[in-house]
């Protein structure tokens, strides 16, 4: 009689340090680094400011990754972010950041994504508007079938395109670096009025570049030897982004005045065309889809981690908590990201929704390191193979900044602001449905 494989009842371990690195470097570098400059140079008006925000923003962005590492390597379990959540401020509070990762913010990012690099690739080959929205469906297709068949195929994926993408970026840095022509001084580029509102816009398109460290504490329960790995590489993959953007902005600044920047929609194309001729602007399209298809592989390696953490905990559908009896994956959570994912991509609402998700992941992103404090008093036993350093001060100034960024989107931007805390309010009903059944299963075990 042929006995049926058991499926296993937790993902395996099988990314090491390498896999974790790229995760990070390959979620934080983006298309940013090559479009975000110009809006930091419209409020900057000096080269000394510019590289003063980069640097601000990186390091609180590196608090934010060391508030990872010490949560994460405290409780090194698949879902990261939800887990945290919830063991600081309970169920309720993690099901309402996964509730909003799935119904928004995560699976809109993919949207957008996809779509984005369809756009890049008509650079290359011309697409309608319905061949470019069926190329970045298919896009999507593809990455949920190769994370869907192993994380080991992911993470070959991950390293491949993350290599690749921070090549390209070095090629266009020394280039620049090396051979560029020292641009013209102009007034604004030797000294410039900085006032704290213009200096706090910067920040923001900043920080948004920076934006992916966290997505590595997903998959915190498939990595080996965490305790060491997680706090590796949210630690180098910080170190190493704030390094390549600094270099980056220097880069720019060298070879184009603070005006030209500030005018440029594409400041890399600009700077590779002016250092590398007229192949320079190709190249860094060519960057930035590489990049594009990296962080969209990057999402289904990591984010479809939180459903399944949820539905473990009887929080979310049940088959969200199934791992595949063969490729050990959490293959319903990625089949489902895809298809909800594919579905903003037809209905257009990808980019209001990614807009509304914006308050809600800074939001959570407070929270969470706000966590590394109320753990600690919560669970004073709890095994820290790593401590964050400069605690209590570092995770208090990162939450001050994220306040702050959350009180100016409320100033400036009400409509989306507001409509990102109900999408999250949605989700109280919703985790009373979930958690009903659950409590009389308690009670009647007791």
Same mark, same amino acid.
């Given at each position: 009689?042929?006995?049926?494989?058991?499926?296993?009842?937790?993902?395996?371990?099988?990314?090491?340090?390498?896999?974790?690195?790229?995760?990070?470097?390959? %979620?934080?570098?983006?298309?940013?680094?090559?479009?975000?400059?110009?809006?930091?140079?419209?409020?900057?008006?000096?080269?000394?400011?510019?590289?003063?925000?980069?640097?601000?923003?990186? &390091?609180?962005?590196?608090?934010?990754? $060391?508030?990872?590492?010490?949560?994460?390597?405290?409780?090194?379990?698949?879902?990261?972010?939800?887990?945290?959540?919830?063991?600081?401020?309970?169920?309720?509070?993690?099901?309402?950041?996964?509730?909003?990762?799935?119904?928004?913010?995560?699976?809109?990012?993919?949207?957008?994504?996809?779509?984005?690099?369809?756009?890049?690739?008509?650079?290359?080959?011309?697409?309608?508007?319905?061949?470019?929205?069926?190329? *970045?469906?298919?896009?999507?297709? $593809?990455?949920?079938?190769?994370?869907? =068949? *192993?994380?080991?195929?992911?993470?070959?994926?991950?390293?491949?395109?993350? +290599?690749?993408?921070?090549?390209?970026?070095?090629?266009?840095?020394?280039?620049?670096?090396?051979?560029?022509?020292?641009?013209?001084?102009?007034?604004?580029?030797?000294?410039?009025?900085?006032?704290?509102?213009?200096?706090?816009?910067?920040?923001?398109?900043?920080?948004?570049?920076?934006?992916?460290?966290?997505?590595?504490?997903?998959?915190?329960?498939?990595?080996?030897?965490?305790?060491?790995?997680?706090?590796?590489?949210?630690?180098?993959?910080?170190?190493?982004?704030?390094?390549?953007?600094?270099?980056?902005? %220097?880069?720019?600044?060298?070879?184009?005045?603070?005006?030209?920047?500030?005018?440029?929609?594409? &400041?890399?194309?600009?700077?590779?065309?002016?250092?590398?001729?007229?192949?320079?602007?190709?190249?860094?399209?060519?960057?930035?889809?590489?990049?594009?298809?990296?962080?969209?592989?990057?999402?289904?390696?990591?984010?479809? =981690?939180?459903?399944?953490?949820?539905?473990?905990?009887?929080?979310?559908?049940?088959?969200?908590?199934?791992?595949?009896? =063969?490729?050990?994956?959490?293959?319903?959570?990625?089949?489902?990201?895809?298809?909800?994912?594919?579905?903003?991509? &037809?209905?257009?609402?990808?980019?209001?929704?990614?807009?509304?998700? %914006?308050?809600? @992941?800074?939001?959570?992103?407070? +929270? @969470?390191?706000?966590?590394?404090?109320?753990?600690?008093?919560?669970?004073?036993?709890?095994?820290?193979?790593?401590?964050? !350093?400069?605690?209590?001060?570092?995770?208090?100034?990162?939450?001050?900044?994220?306040?702050?960024? $959350?009180?100016? %989107?409320?100033?400036? =931007?009400?409509?989306?602001?507001?409509?990102?805390?109900?999408?999250?309010?949605?989700?109280?009903?919703?985790?009373?449905? !979930?958690?009903?059944?659950?409590?009389?299963?308690?009670?009647?075990?007791?």
């Amino acid at each position: 009689m042929e006995i049926a494989a058991k499926e296993p009842s937790n993902l395996p371990r099988k990314l090491g340090l390498i896999d974790a690195l790229a995760i990070v470097l390959g %979620m934080v570098i983006g298309g940013g680094i090559f479009l975000v400059p110009n809006l930091i140079a419209r409020e900057l008006k000096s080269a000394t400011a510019i590289l003063a925000v980069w640097v601000f923003a990186g &390091v609180i962005s590196f608090f934010g990754a $060391l508030a990872c590492a010490e949560l994460g390597t405290a409780l090194p379990s698949t879902g990261g972010q939800y887990v945290f959540l919830r063991e600081a401020y309970g169920p309720l509070v993690g099901f309402l950041c996964g509730w909003s990762m799935f119904l928004v913010a995560r699976t809109a990012q993919v949207a957008w994504l996809a779509v984005t690099m369809a756009m890049y690739i008509s650079y290359f080959f011309p697409l309608s508007g319905l061949v470019s929205k069926l190329l *970045g469906i298919c896009a999507i297709a $593809l990455f949920t079938g190769i994370n869907y =068949r *192993g994380v080991t195929a992911g993470a070959i994926v991950q390293k491949t395109f993350t +290599l690749a993408k921070v090549t390209g970026l070095l090629v266009i840095i020394c280039s620049a670096l090396l051979w560029g022509s020292k641009a013209a001084s102009t007034p604004e580029g030797v000294a410039g009025g900085i006032s704290v509102s213009r200096f706090g816009v910067a920040l923001i398109a900043s920080l948004l570049a920076y934006d992916g460290w966290v997505q590595l504490t997903f998959v915190a329960g498939e990595i080996r030897n965490p305790q060491r790995n997680v706090f590796l590489a949210l630690t180098l993959g910080s170190v190493a982004c704030i390094a390549i953007y600094l270099l980056a902005n %220097m880069a720019y600044l060298r070879v184009l005045p603070i005006s030209e920047i500030a005018a440029s929609d594409h &400041v890399g194309a600009t700077v590779a065309s002016r250092v590398l001729g007229s192949g320079g602007g190709s190249l860094v399209s060519l960057i930035i889809l590489v990049s594009i298809i990296g962080t969209l592989n990057g999402c289904f390696l990591t984010s479809p =981690r939180i459903y399944f953490a949820q539905a473990r905990d009887g929080l979310f559908f049940q088959k969200f908590a199934e791992v595949h009896p =063969r490729y050990e994956t959490p293959g319903f959570s990625i089949l489902a990201q895809g298809l909800w994912s594919a579905v903003l991509v &037809v209905s257009g609402s990808y980019e209001t929704l990614l807009d509304y998700a %914006m308050f809600a @992941m800074w939001f959570w992103y407070g +929270l @969470m390191v706000a966590g590394v404090i109320v753990l600690r008093y919560k669970q004073p036993d709890l095994a820290r193979p790593y401590r964050m !350093w400069g605690y209590p001060v570092t995770p208090a100034l990162f939450v001050a900044i994220a306040c702050w960024f $959350l009180v100016n %989107m409320l100033n400036t =931007r009400p409509v989306p602001s507001i409509a990102g805390l109900l999408l999250i309010a949605t989700g109280i009903p919703v985790y009373f449905l !979930w958690a009903r059944p659950r409590k009389q299963a308690e009670s009647t075990t007791v």
